[in-house]
Protein backbone atom coordinates (compact mmCIF):
# COMPACT_ATOMS: atom_id res chain seq x y z
CA UNK A 1 0.00 0.00 0.00
CA UNK A 2 1.20 3.55 -0.90
CA UNK A 3 0.51 6.55 1.26
CA UNK A 4 -1.21 9.31 0.32
CA UNK A 5 0.75 12.62 -0.91
CA UNK A 6 -0.34 16.46 -0.23
CA UNK A 7 1.32 19.06 -2.21
CA UNK A 8 2.54 22.06 -0.99
CA UNK A 9 2.64 25.14 -3.13
CA UNK A 10 5.03 27.96 -3.30
CA UNK A 11 5.23 31.99 -3.26
CA UNK A 12 3.37 33.36 -6.37
CA UNK A 13 1.75 29.95 -7.50
CA UNK A 14 -1.08 27.91 -6.57
CA UNK A 15 -2.29 24.51 -6.45
CA UNK A 16 -2.16 24.66 -10.06
CA UNK A 17 1.66 23.99 -10.28
CA UNK A 18 1.35 20.38 -9.53
CA UNK A 19 -1.32 19.35 -12.21
CA UNK A 20 1.68 17.45 -14.27
CA UNK A 21 2.89 15.93 -11.32
CA UNK A 22 -0.41 14.81 -9.84
CA UNK A 23 -0.94 13.06 -13.22
CA UNK A 24 2.34 11.21 -12.85
CA UNK A 25 1.41 10.26 -9.73
CA UNK A 26 -2.03 9.31 -10.77
CA UNK A 27 0.19 6.74 -13.59
CA UNK A 28 1.98 5.18 -10.59
CA UNK A 29 -1.25 4.37 -8.79
CA UNK A 30 -0.54 7.29 -5.73
CA UNK A 31 -3.54 9.24 -4.82
CA UNK A 32 -2.23 13.02 -4.69
CA UNK A 33 -4.22 15.98 -3.58
CA UNK A 34 -3.45 19.64 -3.36
CA UNK A 35 -4.13 23.12 -1.06
CA UNK A 36 -4.32 26.55 -1.54
CA UNK A 37 -2.52 28.50 0.85
CA UNK A 38 -3.65 31.51 1.96
CA UNK A 39 -0.26 33.54 1.72
CA UNK A 40 -1.92 33.92 -2.08
CA UNK A 41 -4.14 37.05 -0.15
CA UNK A 42 -3.19 39.60 1.93
CA UNK A 43 -4.76 38.30 4.93
CA UNK A 44 -2.22 35.17 4.59
CA UNK A 45 0.67 34.18 7.22
CA UNK A 46 2.94 31.52 7.57
CA UNK A 47 0.91 29.94 10.62
CA UNK A 48 -2.09 30.24 8.72
CA UNK A 49 -0.69 28.25 5.75
CA UNK A 50 0.57 25.78 8.08
CA UNK A 51 -2.72 25.22 9.29
CA UNK A 52 -4.36 25.03 5.88
CA UNK A 53 -1.99 21.87 5.73
CA UNK A 54 -2.51 20.26 8.90
CA UNK A 55 -6.37 20.85 8.16
CA UNK A 56 -5.86 18.84 4.78
CA UNK A 57 -3.63 15.97 6.12
CA UNK A 58 -6.48 14.81 8.82
CA UNK A 59 -8.95 14.54 5.49
CA UNK A 60 -6.93 11.81 4.07
CA UNK A 61 -7.30 9.06 6.93
CA UNK A 62 -3.37 7.93 7.42
CA UNK A 63 -0.53 9.71 7.92
CA UNK A 64 0.99 10.49 3.91
CA UNK A 65 4.02 12.05 2.41
CA UNK A 66 3.99 15.91 2.67
CA UNK A 67 5.71 17.37 -0.49
CA UNK A 68 6.70 21.10 -0.38
CA UNK A 69 7.80 23.56 -3.27
CA UNK A 70 10.08 26.99 -2.26
CA UNK A 71 8.58 28.78 0.16
CA UNK A 72 6.10 25.63 0.75
CA UNK A 73 8.96 24.29 2.59
CA UNK A 74 8.41 26.51 5.43
CA UNK A 75 4.99 25.70 5.56
CA UNK A 76 5.29 21.94 5.80
CA UNK A 77 8.13 22.53 8.45
CA UNK A 78 5.68 24.23 10.82
CA UNK A 79 2.72 22.37 9.62
CA UNK A 80 4.26 18.63 10.17
CA UNK A 81 5.99 19.38 13.72
CA UNK A 82 4.45 17.61 16.50
CA UNK A 83 1.69 15.81 13.83
CA UNK A 84 1.11 12.21 13.40
CA UNK A 85 -0.62 12.22 10.58
CA UNK A 86 2.65 12.86 8.40
CA UNK A 87 4.79 10.21 7.45
CA UNK A 88 7.48 11.74 4.68
CA UNK A 89 8.46 15.66 4.03
CA UNK A 90 9.96 16.01 0.78
CA UNK A 91 11.56 19.55 -0.31
CA UNK A 92 10.99 19.88 -4.07
CA UNK A 93 14.18 22.76 -4.23
CA UNK A 94 12.16 24.41 -1.01
CA UNK A 95 13.33 26.68 2.11
CA UNK A 96 14.04 24.71 5.01
CA UNK A 97 14.48 26.87 7.86
CA UNK A 98 16.52 26.27 11.31
CA UNK A 99 14.40 27.43 14.43
CA UNK A 100 13.92 30.76 14.68
CA UNK A 101 14.81 31.47 10.84
CA UNK A 102 11.89 32.63 8.08
CA UNK A 103 12.52 32.87 3.98
CA UNK A 104 13.63 35.95 3.69
CA UNK A 105 16.67 35.03 6.20
CA UNK A 106 17.79 31.88 4.26
CA UNK A 107 17.58 34.15 0.92
CA UNK A 108 19.88 36.54 2.96
CA UNK A 109 22.39 34.51 3.98
CA UNK A 110 22.74 32.65 0.60
CA UNK A 111 26.05 31.55 0.26
CA UNK A 112 25.88 32.29 -3.49
CA UNK A 113 23.29 34.76 -3.92
CA UNK A 114 21.43 33.96 -6.97
CA UNK A 115 19.93 37.63 -7.44
CA UNK A 116 18.20 40.83 -5.56
CA UNK A 117 14.89 39.49 -4.66
CA UNK A 118 13.52 43.23 -3.39
CA UNK A 119 14.12 44.51 -7.62
CA UNK A 120 12.41 41.54 -9.03
CA UNK A 121 8.78 42.33 -6.93
CA UNK A 122 6.09 44.73 -7.53
CA UNK A 123 4.45 45.48 -4.08
CA UNK A 124 0.90 46.52 -3.64
CA UNK A 125 -0.89 48.30 -1.31
CA UNK A 126 -2.66 45.61 0.46
CA UNK A 127 0.67 44.07 1.80
CA UNK A 128 1.38 41.28 -1.12
CA UNK A 129 3.70 41.73 -4.48
CA UNK A 130 3.78 40.13 -7.38
CA UNK A 131 6.99 39.12 -9.19
CA UNK A 132 8.01 40.88 -12.35
CA UNK A 133 6.63 39.38 -15.30
CA UNK A 134 11.09 39.16 -17.07
CA UNK A 135 12.22 37.92 -12.69
CA UNK A 136 9.97 35.47 -13.00
CA UNK A 137 10.97 33.92 -16.54
CA UNK A 138 14.62 34.38 -15.10
CA UNK A 139 13.92 33.25 -11.90
CA UNK A 140 11.50 30.88 -11.26
CA UNK A 141 11.08 29.37 -14.51
CA UNK A 142 14.45 29.86 -16.45
CA UNK A 143 14.66 26.33 -18.06
CA UNK A 144 10.59 26.08 -19.28
CA UNK A 145 10.83 26.43 -23.45
CA UNK A 146 9.45 29.23 -24.94
CA UNK A 147 6.49 28.47 -26.24
CA UNK A 148 5.37 26.78 -22.62
CA UNK A 149 6.27 29.53 -19.94
CA UNK A 150 3.71 32.06 -21.35
CA UNK A 151 1.06 30.77 -20.19
CA UNK A 152 2.29 29.70 -16.59
CA UNK A 153 3.53 33.29 -16.17
CA UNK A 154 -0.19 34.08 -16.67
CA UNK A 155 -1.28 31.98 -14.14
CA UNK A 156 1.15 33.61 -11.20
CA UNK A 157 -0.09 35.49 -9.01
CA UNK A 158 0.25 37.17 -5.45
CA UNK A 159 2.12 36.79 -2.01
CA UNK A 160 1.88 37.97 1.23
CA UNK A 161 5.01 39.57 1.86
CA UNK A 162 5.02 39.35 5.46
CA UNK A 163 4.83 35.77 5.13
CA UNK A 164 8.52 35.95 4.20
CA UNK A 165 9.61 37.37 7.74
CA UNK A 166 7.90 34.91 9.97
CA UNK A 167 10.16 32.89 11.43
CA UNK A 168 9.77 28.92 12.02
CA UNK A 169 8.42 28.06 14.92
CA UNK A 170 8.62 23.99 14.62
CA UNK A 171 10.87 22.02 12.97
CA UNK A 172 9.05 19.10 11.49
CA UNK A 173 11.83 17.89 9.52
CA UNK A 174 13.84 17.03 12.74
CA UNK A 175 10.87 14.73 13.74
CA UNK A 176 10.03 12.57 10.65
CA UNK A 177 12.10 11.23 7.63
CA UNK A 178 12.94 13.44 4.92
CA UNK A 179 14.00 13.38 0.93
CA UNK A 180 15.16 16.73 -0.44
CA UNK A 181 15.34 17.39 -3.86
CA UNK A 182 18.19 19.82 -5.37
CA UNK A 183 17.53 21.36 -8.79
CA UNK A 184 20.67 22.13 -10.65
CA UNK A 185 19.55 24.81 -12.85
CA UNK A 186 18.00 26.52 -9.78
CA UNK A 187 18.17 30.21 -9.79
CA UNK A 188 16.29 30.86 -6.66
CA UNK A 189 18.20 28.71 -4.11
CA UNK A 190 21.92 28.51 -5.19
CA UNK A 191 23.16 24.60 -5.51
CA UNK A 192 25.10 25.69 -1.82
CA UNK A 193 22.08 26.60 -0.09
CA UNK A 194 19.94 23.37 -1.21
CA UNK A 195 22.92 21.30 -0.07
CA UNK A 196 22.89 22.70 3.33
CA UNK A 197 19.24 22.11 3.48
CA UNK A 198 19.42 18.47 1.85
CA UNK A 199 22.21 18.03 5.12
CA UNK A 200 19.68 17.62 7.82
CA UNK A 201 17.28 14.92 5.91
CA UNK A 202 17.83 11.48 5.31
CA UNK A 203 17.84 11.44 1.54
CA UNK A 204 19.09 14.12 -0.80
CA UNK A 205 18.01 13.55 -4.84
CA UNK A 206 19.51 15.85 -7.72
CA UNK A 207 17.32 16.72 -10.35
CA UNK A 208 18.93 18.66 -13.56
CA UNK A 209 16.19 21.86 -13.84
CA UNK A 210 15.55 24.97 -12.72
CA UNK A 211 13.16 25.80 -9.68
CA UNK A 212 10.23 24.63 -11.42
CA UNK A 213 10.72 20.94 -11.49
CA UNK A 214 7.39 20.39 -11.72
CA UNK A 215 7.09 21.90 -15.02
CA UNK A 216 9.97 20.27 -16.67
CA UNK A 217 10.30 17.17 -14.89
CA UNK A 218 7.32 16.30 -13.49
CA UNK A 219 8.02 12.67 -13.98
CA UNK A 220 11.59 12.49 -12.01
CA UNK A 221 9.68 14.58 -9.46
CA UNK A 222 7.12 11.88 -8.95
CA UNK A 223 9.30 9.23 -8.54
CA UNK A 224 11.10 10.77 -6.27
CA UNK A 225 7.68 11.37 -3.92
CA UNK A 226 6.33 7.44 -5.21
CA UNK A 227 9.78 6.31 -4.12
CA UNK A 228 8.74 7.98 -0.05
CA UNK A 229 5.04 7.23 -0.36
CA UNK A 230 6.47 3.20 -1.14
Not at 47 to 74: C, I, N
Not at 136 to 155: K, S
Request: proline share 5%.
Amino acid sequence: MTKPVLLVHGAFTGSWIWEGVVAELAKRGITASTVDLTSQGADGTLERDAQVVRDALKTLGEPAVLVGHSYGGAVITRASADNDDVAHLVYLCAALPQAGEAVGDLIGRDPEPQGDLSTALEPREDGTATMKREAARATLFNDVPDDEVGAILDRTGPHALGTLGEAATGLGWQQHPGTYVITLQDKQFSLALQREFASHVDTAVEVDAGHGPMFTKPAEVADVIAAAAG
